[in-house]
């Protein structure tokens, strides 16, 4: 998978790695309108899963948005006797590669965070890939962890199709919550301790950038963390 990938690839990556992050860049360079229905939540926290991609640059964007308080990355959309790496690689365990986001929905709320994940984190419109990584564990999905949250990401899902905000449909999945299970540690945090990492450099950092450039009153520039090393 991911990490093999690029080790079989290190030259291959070395020569193109400048040109390939100048196009994720110009990719992730889209200010999307915010959610028409985005209703307030006068909660003290909130908590949805996100999927969309490999976990370790949802976890690295979604730790850098102001008023995130933890970002875990795991596995959703299985059984947890199936939410490992090596079993989740096979692509035969329903799971996702997830990150559960616990917010303040007083500083940011859930519509605007919907904003980051569909402009920046990951491209909505590819269907059980991002990037190098296919299958469905890469597969772009909400799930919900309330009515509202329900409501208001299959409307503002709708909202951006009928404006057609992206140039193919997007094929984002919505479901319930029915379990995340954390990944394994040397998951956790991943970006901020392996930053050149050569997957990182071309397929994460990127949307790092992307994050601060298209989103400033979102970006905090110290990331919340799993742990600390």
């Known amino acids: 998978m991911k990490l093999a990938t690029?080790?079989?690839a290190s030259a291959f990556v070395a020569m193109a790695a400048a040109h390939i992050n100048r196009a994720l860049a110009?990719?992730?360079?889209?200010?999307?309108?915010?959610?028409?229905?985005?209703?307030?939540?006068?909660?003290?926290?909130?908590?949805?899963?996100?999927?969309?991609?490999?976990?370790?640059?949802?976890?690295?964007?979604?730790?850098?948005?102001?008023?995130v308080t933890k970002v875990v990355a795991g596995y959703s959309g299985g059984a947890a006797s199936t939410a490992n790496?090596?079993?989740?690689?096979?692509?035969?365990?329903?799971?996702?590669?997830?990150?559960?986001?616990?917010?303040?929905?007083?500083?940011?709320?859930?519509?605007?965070?919907?904003?980051?994940?569909f402009s920046?984190?990951?491209?909505?419109?590819?269907?059980?890939?991002?990037?190098?990584?296919?299958?469905?564990?890469?597969?772009s999905e909400i799930f919900f962890s309330s009515p509202l949250q329900e409501k208001t990401a299959r409307a503002y899902i709708a909202q951006l199709d009928a404006a057609h905000i992206f140039a193919k449909p997007i094929v984002t999945k919505?479901?319930?919550?029915?379990?995340?299970?954390?990944?394994?540690?040397?998951?956790?945090?991943?970006?901020?301790?392996?930053?050149?990492q050569p997957y990182i450099v071309i397929n994460d950092l990127p949307k790092l950038a992307a994050l601060k450039r298209v989103w400033p009153a979102y970006w905090?520039?110290?990331?919340?963390?799993?742990a600390s090393r």
């Open 26 to 67: 110009d990719d992730l360079n889209k200010t999307i309108p915010a959610a028409a229905l985005d209703p307030a939540n006068d909660a003290v926290h909130e908590t949805v899963v996100l999927a969309g991609g490999c976990f370790w640059g949802q976890q690295a964007v979604f730790e850098h948005v102001k008023g």
């Open 174 to 196: 919505i479901e319930p919550l029915k379990g995340f299970y954390a990944a394994e540690g040397y998951h956790q945090d991943y970006l901020i301790h392996n930053p050149t």
């Open 220 to 226: 905090r520039p110290d990331p919340v963390r799993v």
């Open 120 to 139: 920046v984190a990951h491209d909505p419109t590819e269907l059980n890939f991002q990037g190098p990584d296919q299958g469905t564990s890469y597969r």
């Open 85 to 117: 790496y090596p079993m989740v690689t096979t692509e035969t365990t329903g799971h996702a590669e997830s990150v559960e986001i616990i917010f303040d929905p007083k500083v940011i709320s859930f519509g605007r965070l919907l904003q980051v994940y």
């Open 6 to 8: 690029f080790l079989a």
